[in-house]
């Protein structure tokens, strides 16, 4: 079992923690991770694009011409996809663009994002996170303490209230709860901060 220290957020180590080997020292499957970000992005996806068919163009609906007899080509409407400002034909209409992925998928992708973060030396184990002010300028030493200059996932089992308004205003730190953190998540972010309780709850959930 990987064995990785817990720091407090004066980067102070505070003891150890060992880490099961089945969630964060597995083999990182990239085709897993592949389905599950493109599980993730194609939930995001509005899916409001929408073209007009030839019933929902303006124009009359009478017959431009007789049918026989005028020497030019038979036409029924100008509203005829062949016109211009006719209607379009199989254009894009609104709709979902989720599914669901099964569950076993999600939790090996997640194994392999842990394990991943994890062997590039991306993932800390914090004994909680929790602030004693809501001052952003507060949470930004923290960060400078860390030497953080990118991009920053925090997840715990409960999210703390000052933590929660001095990080907000930061554009690149985001948090998430133990059982909403998906993959797509742990990817995006450069580094990851796991609470201690918040590594417990992922092992009990994501060993085999």
Not at 61 to 68: D, E
Not at 176 to 194: I, N, T
């Amino acid at each position: 079992m990987p064995k990785v220290d817990v720091l407090n957020l004066n980067r102070e180590k505070v003891g150890e923690v060992e880490l099961a080997d089945e969630v964060f020292a597995a083999r990182v499957n990239q085709s897993l991770l592949y389905e599950a970000v493109r599980h993730h992005r194609a939930g995001l996806r509005r899916g409001t694009h929408k073209v007009k068919v030839r019933s929902e163009v303006s124009g009359s609906g009478r017959k431009l011409w007789r049918q026989k007899g005028t020497g030019r080509a038979r036409v029924g409407s100008i509203r005829s996809p062949l016109w211009r400002h006719g209607g379009t034909v199989h254009g894009p209409q609104p709709r979902d663009y989720s599914y669901r992925l099964p569950r076993k998928m999600l939790v090996g992708a997640l194994r392999s994002a842990l394990s991943a973060k994890l062997a590039d030396r991306k993932l800390t184990v914090l004994d909680q996170l929790q602030m004693d002010s809501h001052k952003t300028r507060d949470f930004r030493r923290v960060l400078e303490r860390f030497e953080v200059d990118r991009s920053l996932l925090l997840v715990d089992t409960d999210q703390d209230s000052n933590l929660r308004l001095s990080t907000r205003n930061l554009p690149n730190v985001e948090f998430r709860l133990a059982r909403e953190v998906h993959p797509y998540d742990l990817l995006q972010f450069d580094r990851v901060w796991l609470s201690q309780p918040a590594a417990t709850r992922l092992q009990e959930a994501l060993r085999p």
